[in-house]
T-cell receptor
Framework: QKEVEQNSGPLSVPEGAIASLNCTYS??????FFWYRQYSGKSPELIMF????GDKEDGRFTAQLNKASQYVSLLIRDSQPSDSATYLC???????????FGKGTSLLVTP | EAQVTQNPRYLITVTGKKLTVTCSQN?????MSWYRQDPGLGLRQIYY???????DKGDVPEGYKVSRKEKRNFPLILESPSPNQTSLYFC?????????????FGDGTRLSIL
């Protein structure tokens, strides 16, 4: 079973719409959840992190966490073409100090 | 400016010729890590270091060595590179390595082993 699963996409949304990116994880001991954005050939950059169940909002971004369902999502409101990138879901391992990385969801925002 | 600096950014070399990719951070972070990224496989951790002189294997350590003699530096060493080590490599650091803090990534090093 893959530790962190994401739909590879591409997810295509029109400019101005809400993009919804989803991630499931298998380690019930995980406590920390991160979303990174990665443009092609560039390094990942942190978008959001969330530690508690519920929603966390930061500008146009909202992270949602449901530990019972082992599900974390990222909503991007008013999507812009500059949001077109691959979004990585990253989850800490319940034991030890390593992280589990999803393979990423490719998002395409069309003008 | 807070940053993680990797060098070189690009390198083409031949099988068996030892190489070192340097990584330096100026944020006084305790935790540093090396990842490789390959199409279809995502980011995979090679080695990590919790602090000076403390290193441990990640998921794909074979063929790599690391050292952490100073807090700011964490070089990745390929003693005898092979073509299957052709990849995009990222160094990252975080304040502490408890898994609950975001990581800051370097700009990446693209290695081609012929």
């Amino acid at each position: 079973q893959k530790e962190v699963e994401q739909n590879s996409g591409p997810l295509s949304v029109p400019e101005g719409a809400i993009a919804s990116l989803n991630c499931t994880y298998s380690d019930r001991g995980s406590q920390s959840f991160f979303w990174y954005r990665q443009y092609s050939g560039k390094s990942p950059e942190l978008i959001m992190f969330i530690y508690s169940n519920g929603d966390k909002e930061d500008g146009r971004f909202t992270a949602q966490l449901n530990k019972a369902s082992q599900y974390v999502s990222l909503l991007i409101r008013d999507s812009q073409p500059s949001d077109s990138a691959t979004y990585l879901c990253v989850v800490n391992r319940g034991s030890g100090y390593a992280l589990n990385f999803g393979k990423g969801t490719s998002l395409l925002v069309t003008p | 400016e807070a940053q993680v600096t990797q060098n070189p950014r690009y390198l083409i070399t031949v099988t068996g010729k030892k190489l070192t990719v340097t990584c330096s951070q100026n944020m006084n972070h305790e935790y540093m890590s090396w990842y490789r990224q390959d199409p279809g496989l995502g980011l995979r951790q090679i080695y990590y270091s919790m602090n000076v002189e403390v290193t441990d294997k990640g998921d794909v350590p074979e063929g790599y060595k690391v050292s952490r003699k100073e807090k700011r530096n964490f070089p990745l060493i390929l003693e005898s590179p092979s073509p299957n080590q052709t990849s995009l490599y990222f160094c990252a650091s975080s304040l502490q390595g408890l898994g609950n803090q975001p990581q800051h990534f370097g700009d990446g090093t693209r290695l081609s082993i012929l």
